[in-house]
């Protein structure tokens, strides 16, 4: 299984911007439709942001459209999550992943087991104050 590295979790105020990166361990994510989870404590894992492996396509989580952007650099093989105007409600442990031959709908819409996954990381904590 191939292993991506997040980072750039913190503590932020409401209100604040943080940015997550992505980076893969010894692999490249050029032909990978990336994607960003979240979890808070009690709830179910969602889908955050999804992107195409050409970056043309992406797909929101609604109560983050307007305020989330997700971009990836091929030329250094990083994907990032750029987070403003965050609220409380969007703690939690925010992990990427990366999958070939699917959509970025079906990529955002689903939640396996992170070991069905092609590639995934262990989380970055992201905690925001009110």
């Known amino acids: 299984q191939l292993q991506l590295v997040a980072s750039g979790g913190g503590l932020v105020q409401s209100g604040g911007s943080l940015r997550l990166s992505c980076v893969p361990s010894g692999f490249s994510l050029d032909y990978y439709v990336v994607g960003w989870f979240r979890q808070a404590p009690g709830k179910e894992r969602e889908g955050v942001a999804c992107?195409?492996?050409?970056?043309?396509?992406?797909q929101y989580l609604d109560s983050v459209k307007g305020r989330f952007a997700i971009s990836r650099d091929n030329a250094n093989n990083i994907v990032y999550l750029q987070m403003n105007n965050l609220k409380p409600e969007d703690t939690g442990t925010y992990y990427c992943?990366?999958?070939?031959?699917?959509?970025?709908?079906?990529?955002?819409?689903?939640?396996?087991?992170?070991?069905?996954?092609?590639?995934w990381g262990q989380g970055t904590q992201d905690t925001v104050s009110s």
């Open positions: 992107l195409s492996a050409n970056g043309q396509w992406s």
């Open positions: 992943v990366a999958e070939t031959i699917i959509t970025v709908e079906n990529l955002c819409a689903q939640s396996p087991p992170f070991r069905d996954y092609t590639a």
